[in-house]
């Protein structure tokens, strides 16, 4: 299946999410990086003024609005704005500009000296060294409500987020209103202001950040973001905050676990985004005594599997866990057909945020017709149910 971009009607669900937050959260920060704090109200209020500007220049609904700016709050506001008006944001951050030959933007608001001369797109260009947060939105802010908002539509693409590129060109995965609600029940659930605050780990435009931003405003969670990683770094936020959980992948875990930085309010680890060895998560558990979890998802198929703190600490060492709810996983031949436990074979995962599939081509070779996503790794499930990667 190809996704092409419709103009469709469509919920504006985080054009709700960030109002009802802002009501609730007002001056609670959403968004903190470095001395620049961005609270629940200023990023509802900034989004409209942002969303009236982009709609002055002509984004309208299903248009793609592309972000190649550092992580930080500039980030979040534009990607709420274009959701306002119905656009679907598409983040490549500054270190990827080639994926922006993917696309086909309405508009592109990029961070100084990210990209070259685009001749024929209209790219707005940010101040980002300005002091005052409010000059860095320079040329976007319109001090008007933006357009009303429209009538619903769940299968209307919000967010387009990259895969990593590993075994090809990086793909654009399609993500609507439909699989983010279903990450947001299953992230947030009914309950409003349950989030503790987090590092981000990944960069913003990443499926961990661009799908999970709703979880993120239903939680009231204020997100640490860094411009760009380094244990260093990450280990000063971590202790002058005194955040409570530490995630990353594996090779970022390793990272800070070098710099043998303590963390004294630490409650939790979380390991996602590659497989960890039972070495490294020994070693996390046994340097901060507090119980380690493994993650497991790939792009397409927005929810994955995960060990749960109260499991038993092999778990994690072994394997990633057991699906969590609404979320199939099927070991399969390579004719297709399912494995019995103990076989191994390619993970095949299906749930309601399995992306729509890929803009402008076809993700048939991904998708299967039963709605499993083909991750391309190989693994089993053990007799306790466990998926263990091969």
């Known amino acids: ?16 999410l960030a109002g009802e937050a802002a009501r609730r959260f007002g001056a609670r920060a959403a968004v903190v ?23 002055h ?41 080639g994926l922006l030959a993917a696309l086909d933007p309405a508009i592109v608001v990029a961070g100084p000296r990210v990209l070259p001369p685009l001749p024929g797109l209209d790219v707005v260009t940010l101040p980002l060294d300005a002091r005052d947060p409010l000059r860095r939105l320079t040329g ?17 693409p919000v967010v387009i987020t990259f895969t990593a590129g590993r075994t090809g060109p990086p793909k654009a995965a399609v993500f609507a ?38 979880v993120y405003l239903q939680a009231g969670r204020t997100c640490h973001v860094l411009p760009e990683w380094n244990p260093e770094a990450a280990l000063r936020v971590m202790r002058d905050f005194g955040l ?6 594996p090779r970022q875990l390793a990272a800070i676990l070098s710099c043998d930085g303590a963390l004294p309010d630490l409650e939790l680890v979380l390991s996602s985004g590659a497989p960890a060895t039972p070495g490294l998560i020994r070693t996390l558990r046994d340097r901060y005594g507090v119980p380690v979890c493994n993650r497991y998802v790939c792009t397409e198929a927005g929810l ?31 004719d297709g057909l399912a494995l019995p436990p103990g076989q191994t074979g390619e993970i095949h995962l299906r749930s309601p945020a399995v992306m729509s599939g890929y803009l402008g081509r076809s993700s048939s070779r991904t ?5 499993y996503v083909r991750t391309g790794d190989t693994g089993y499930v053990d007799s306790l149910g466990r998926l263990r990667l091969a």
């Open 304 to 334: 994955g599997l995960g060990t749960r703190p109260e499991d038993p600490p092999e778990d994690a060492e072994v394997s990633v866990g057991r699906p969590r709810p609404g979320v199939d996983v099927s070991v399969r031949a390579p």
């Open 1 to 16: 299946m190809e996704v092409r971009l419709l103009c469709t009607w469509s919920p504006p669900m985080l054009r709700l």
């Open 57 to 97: 220049r002509g984004v309208r609904i299903g248009d793609v609005v592309v972000l190649a700016l550092p992580d930080g709050p500039e980030f979040v506001i534009c990607y709420v704005a274009a959701a306002k008006l119905g656009a679907i944001t598409a983040g490549i951050g500054t270190k990827r500009p």
């Open 177 to 214: 209103n439909r699989q983010l609600a279903a990450i947001r029940a299953r992230g947030a659930g009914p309950r409003w202001g349950q989030g503790e605050a987090r590092l981000v780990a990944v960069p913003l435009g990443h499926l961990a950040f661009a799908t999970r931003l709703p």
């Open 140 to 156: 976007l802010r319109r001090q008007e409500r933006p357009p009303p908002p429209f009538p619903p539509d769940p299968g209307r």
């Open 367 to 371: 998708l299967t017709r039963d709605g």
């Open 244 to 249: 409570g959980v530490l995630q990353g992948s």
């Open 33 to 55: 990086t470095g001395t620049t704090c961005l609270s629940f109200a200023a990023l509802d209020r900034l989004s409209d003024e942002v969303a009236a500007g982009m709609a």
